[in-house]
């Protein structure tokens, strides 16, 4: 059973406005989420990250949210533009005894168009 | 740095053939991932290993083996390959005291 879930597989925006992606996760273990952009042919590459102690982290345009009580994040990017066009992947890690193991979501693709 | 490298980036076997998956990274990395990724299922891991010597079973290691030799290496194994393995494989490094995980640019296997 997924225990991170995007359940919106895709997204369009246009340039300039805000893209909102979401995440549920099922595992109150949880203590650390991380944002995964995803190009074609291409790896994963890290974006942003939360920890559970804090409800929001701003890197730029990119920012989490963290609702531990919904069990929820979400990843806003303001202003969007055409080059944050990518599969997105959500992450969560329980820490202990996995030493580091992340759990993905099944990815969300951010279409930005002109 | 070269960062997470893998070979080959494509390969087509055909069913009961054999192969071996090469990761490498150079950040001195010591733990390493192998992770698969099929359409609409994100990224599960297959195994993983914190240290040189060690390896452990992710979500999905039936199939398949691995070996950690070298800190910096990770082998990937599939034995006796099967249609249902067919999927774009992605080797990943990390440090013991960061989340954050450094993926390669995937392998693309294709089984016949």
């Known amino acids: 059973d997924q225990q991170v879930k995007q359940n919106s597989p895709s997204l369009s925006v246009q340039e300039g406005r805000i893209s909102i992606l979401n995440c549920d996760y099922t595992n109150s273990m949880f203590d650390y989420f991380l944002w995964y952009k995803k190009y074609p042919a291409e790896g994963p590459t890290f974006l942003i990250s939360i920890s559970s102690i804090k409800d929001k982290n701003e890197d730029g345009r990119f920012t989490v949210f963290l609702n531990k009580s919904a069990k929820h994040l979400s990843l806003h990017i303001v202003p969007s533009q055409p080059g944050d066009s990518a599969v997105y992947f959500c992450?969560?890690?329980?820490?202990?005894?996995?030493?580091?193991?992340?759990?993905f979501g099944r990815g969300t693709q951010l279409t930005v168009w002109p | 740095n070269a960062g997470v490298t893998q070979t080959p980036k494509f390969r087509v076997l055909k069913t009961g053939q054999s192969m071996t998956l090469l990761c490498a990274q150079d950040m001195n990395h010591e733990y390493m991932y192998w992770y698969r990724q099929d359409p609409g299922m994100g990224l599960r891991l297959i195994h993983y290993s914190v240290g040189e010597g060690t390896t452990a079973k992710g979500e999905v290691p039936d199939g398949y083996n691995v070996s950690r030799l070298k800190k910096q290496n990770f082998l990937l194994g599939l034995e006796s390959a099967a249609p249902s393995q067919t999927s774009v494989y992605f080797c990943?490094?990390?440090?013991?005291?960061?989340?954050?995980?450094?993926f390669g640019p995937g392998t693309r296997l294709t089984v016949t």
């Open positions: 992450a969560a890690s329980d820490g202990g005894s996995t030493l580091g193991r992340l759990y």
């Open positions: 990943a490094s990390s440090r013991p005291t960061t989340y954050e995980q450094y």
